[in-house]
């Protein structure tokens, strides 16, 4: 018998396209896409704003649990990424094959585990092969696909609502929309292998106080970003009668999350905690101007304020958690990405506990959440130059 020829490793494009399509379809559709379709599933299911945090507070548990599996299970990375893009693709077409709420919990549940499998597999199979490639500074060009993927459910949700298509039949065409570029991603990867998994998880040094802090940050951030991210669109109906006009509100969020990510690249002369901070403070402003200014402005200002920031502080915090631990950063980025999880479950249960009072309370707390995150982080910073 001749010898199996061995599988080719990705080329740095290969690895670039499979990053973006895959948290394109994992994020902006597997998670994000119920952000524009909430105000249509309001209008034409019924659903009021209780339940809309319920089915995001399941997305979000999923999307822990997704997290914590991958925490404690070596995982291969191309097959995390395949089979999670398969998954999400057919939870999202079940969202528009059924009218349960309870099945509609489980699948946005399931879906959350998905992106979270999609996440992981793309930082951990895509990064290393575009730093061997010789780019290191295109994570930012990896996760722009996040934006994207928002870009793309906001617009498609707008032009739903316009043929009013209905909120069942766009599931539908999401879930084609993300089975179509799951086949892509099947064929491109084909016969591709994956660079070896370091043991880098074998360390089990205690973590120092200023990756503990990140964790505690990275949480207040998931808090802080998940409400705009989540009602946005569902504020802008209520005050904007106008459907073609409250419908731009998350194409403009994606758009301004995509060319962030690609324009943090850039900064090369800021350090990946500065641009954390600079960005927890202007996702400050933009998750409390909606509920202060409640009107085409406020939510423009709010869309490019949170959309500009939420991925690069990702980014950022990725960045920051390989800064402290070095070849053995693999435990803090699963600690901050287990942390951001519970701060997006923790955002949608306040604001079902606050429900008959809007949005307000649980705004303001997000938004003093940013800023002490930030003033610590700052701190701190200034403390550990000090030493």
């Given at each position: 018998?001749?010898?199996?020829?061995?599988?080719?490793l990705?080329?740095?494009?290969?690895?670039?396209l499979?990053?973006?399509?895959?948290?394109?379809?994992a994020?902006?559709?597997?998670?994000f896409?119920?952000?524009?379709?909430?105000p249509?599933?309001?209008?034409?299911?019924?659903?009021?704003?209780?339940?809309?945090?319920?089915?995001?507070?399941a997305?979000?548990?999923?999307?822990l649990?997704?997290a914590g599996?991958?925490m404690?299970?070596?995982i291969?990375?191309?097959?995390?990424?395949?089979?999670g893009?398969?998954?999400?693709?057919?939870f999202?077409?079940?969202?528009?094959?059924?009218s349960?709420?309870?099945?509609?919990?489980a699948?946005?549940?399931?879906?959350?585990?998905?992106?979270?499998?999609?996440?992981?597999?793309?930082?951990?199979?895509?990064?290393?092969?575009?730093?061997?490639?010789?780019k290191?500074?295109?994570?930012?060009?990896?996760?722009?696909?996040?934006?994207?993927?928002i870009?793309?459910s906001?617009?498609?949700s707008?032009a739903?609502?316009?043929?009013?298509?209905g909120?069942?039949?766009t599931?539908?065409?999401?879930?084609?929309?993300?089975?179509?570029?799951?086949a892509?991603?099947?064929?491109?990867?084909?016969?591709?292998?994956?660079?070896?998994?370091?043991?880098?998880?074998?360390?089990?040094?205690?973590?120092?106080?200023?990756?503990?802090?990140?964790v505690?940050?990275?949480?207040?951030?998931?808090?802080?970003?998940i409400?705009?991210?989540?009602?946005?669109?569902?504020?802008?109906?209520?005050v904007?009668?106008?459907?073609?006009?409250?419908?731009?509100?998350?194409?403009?969020?994606?758009?301004?999350?995509?060319?962030?990510?690609?324009?943090?690249?850039?900064?090369?002369?800021?350090?990946?905690?500065?641009?954390?901070?600079?960005?927890?403070?202007?996702?400050?402003?933009?998750?409390?101007?909606?509920?202060?200014?409640?009107?085409?402005?406020?939510l423009?200002?709010?869309?490019?304020?949170?959309?500009?920031?939420?991925?690069?502080?990702?980014?950022?915090?990725?960045?920051?958690?390989?800064?402290?631990?070095?070849g053995?950063?693999?435990?803090?980025?699963?600690?901050?990405?287990?942390?951001?999880?519970?701060?997006?479950?923790?955002?949608p249960?306040?604001?079902?506990?606050?429900?008959?009072?809007?949005?307000?309370?649980?705004?303001?707390?997000?938004?003093?959440?940013?800023v002490g995150?930030?003033?610590?982080?700052?701190?701190?910073?200034?403390?550990?130059?000090?030493?």
């Open positions: 018998m001749s010898p199996t020829p061995p599988l080719k990705p080329t740095v494009m290969t690895a670039l499979t990053g973006m399509i895959g948290l394109a379809v994020m902006g559709i597997g998670r896409a119920f952000t524009p379709l909430l249509m599933m309001q209008q034409d299911a019924g659903l009021n704003l209780a339940q809309g945090s319920w089915l995001a507070t997305n979000y548990i999923g999307y649990a997704g599996i991958c404690v299970v070596q291969r990375p191309r097959r995390a990424i395949l089979w893009l398969l998954s999400t693709a057919a999202t077409l079940g969202m528009g094959l059924t349960n709420f309870v099945f509609w919990l699948q946005r549940f399931l879906a959350g585990v998905a992106s979270a499998f999609v996440l992981v597999g793309v930082s951990a199979w895509v990064m290393p092969i575009l730093v061997r490639g010789g290191p500074a295109w994570p930012g060009r990896v996760f722009s696909g996040v934006g994207i993927g870009s793309l906001g617009l498609l707008l739903a609502g316009a043929a009013a298509l909120s069942r039949a599931w539908i065409l999401f879930g084609l929309i993300a089975t179509v570029f799951t892509i991603l099947w064929r491109l990867l084909s016969g591709k292998s994956e660079l070896p998994v370091s043991g880098d998880e074998a360390e089990r040094r205690p973590l120092s106080g200023q990756a503990w802090l990140c505690l940050c990275y949480s207040a951030f998931g808090y802080g970003y409400i705009p991210a989540t009602y946005l669109p569902a504020l802008a109906r209520d904007i009668t106008n459907p073609t006009v409250f419908g731009w509100i998350w194409p403009v969020f994606g758009v301004a999350a995509a060319t962030s990510a690609v324009a943090s690249s850039y900064l090369t002369r800021l350090s990946p905690r500065r641009i954390w901070i600079c960005g927890q403070l202007v996702l400050a402003v933009g998750v409390i101007i909606p509920v202060v200014a409640a009107n085409l402005f406020g423009m200002v709010s869309a490019l304020c949170v959309g500009g920031t939420f991925v690069t502080i990702t980014v950022a915090g990725i960045q920051e958690a390989r800064r402290l631990e070095g053995h950063a693999a435990r803090l980025i699963a600690m901050i990405t287990t942390a951001l999880a519970v701060g997006q479950i923790v955002g249960i306040t604001v079902g506990f606050f429900h008959e009072s809007g949005l307000m309370i649980p705004s303001v707390v997000a938004a003093l959440a940013l995150s930030s003033v610590a982080l700052g701190l701190s910073e200034r403390s550990s130059e000090g030493r």
